[in-house]
């Protein structure tokens, strides 16, 4: 059965494993080649079932360990043209290695992966619907400034969504981050909002997309807590019942064994 895992997630570190245990992708490498490999073990999972690794961006946190984790176990890199010329001119990519340019859609081995693109500031960032062997569909999306009508059309149609939940606006207006980076996080090139982000699942919810988990996590403007009931409160109000009507999980900041079955 295919299920997605989320490895790791937050302002240190990004990936999320997708797939069945034979066969499967990852989104993001953000963390360390060995902290990977290990986080792929403690969950029962084998990098030799990993067919690719599919790259947001080039922000540091999404893919920190992508050079030395493609080279180690020969793995092909896709991700659009701007975001694999910054990876390149950050040297993060193994330049002996396949990285191959991600237009719109492609099929690999028994899967599908469909590239949608993201308001973001990176030199070209996207968020990915992975459909899996057994064919239902999957999408990760953080890293927003908002949600986009092509981003909200992909994730109606999925069995499971990974939607960010970054910041508590009021805790990241009173918070220490200095006044830039607070007007940058809220801008649409940003991230989005606890706020922003039940709302949208309200909609999912709504259209049928029942199974959700809450990704991105800022450890300075958020807590896991706050964000579930934001979340929580406002299916509620939409006549949304909370383990009864929808599911909703919290992706971690560190490894644990978190496997949801989709």
């Not at 997605?4 to 069945?20: D, E, M, R, W």
């Not at 009173?174 to 982000?197: E, F, M, Q, V, W």
């Not at 709504?206 to 299916?235: D, I, Y």
């Amino acid at each position: 059965m295919a299920r997605v895992v989320p490895l790791f997630s937050g302002s240190k570190g990004n990936c999320y494993y997708i797939g069945t245990a034979a066969e499967g992708v990852l989104i993001d490498a953000g963390r360390s080649c060995k902290q990977i490999e290990m986080a792929m073990e403690a969950n029962g999972l084998s990098m030799k079932s990993v067919a690719a690794v599919f790259v947001t961006h080039e922000h540091i946190d999404h893919c920190q360990g992508l050079r030395v984790l493609t080279k180690k176990n020969k793995l092909p890199v896709f991700a659009s043209a701007g975001t694999l010329n910054a990876l390149a001119a950050k040297n993060y990519l193994f330049e002996g290695g396949k990285n191959e340019v991600i237009t719109s859609e492609i099929a690999l081995g028994n899967m599908k992966i469909q590239r949608v693109n993201t308001s973001h500031d990176a030199a070209e960032s996207c968020c990915y619907r992975v459909t899996a062997p057994d064919g239902k569909v999957a999408m990760i999306a953080t890293d927003l400034g908002f949600v986009s009508e092509p981003i909200r059309a992909a994730l109606a149609r999925c069995d499971f969504v990974v939607l960010e939940s970054n910041h508590d606006v009021d805790m990241l207006r009173t918070g220490p981050y200095p006044y830039p980076l607070k007007r940058r996080i809220l801008s649409d090139i940003g991230h989005l909002s606890n706020d922003a982000c039940a709302v949208e699942l309200a909609q999912l919810v709504g259209s049928g997309t029942c199974r959700l988990m809450l990704g991105h996590l800022s450890e300075q403007n958020n807590t896991p807590q706050l964000a579930l009931r934001t979340a929580v409160a406002e299916l509620g109000r939409a006549g949304m019942k909370f383990k009864s009507d929808y599911t909703l999980d919290i992706a971690p900041y560190n490894p644990t064994i978190k496997s949801v079955i989709f």
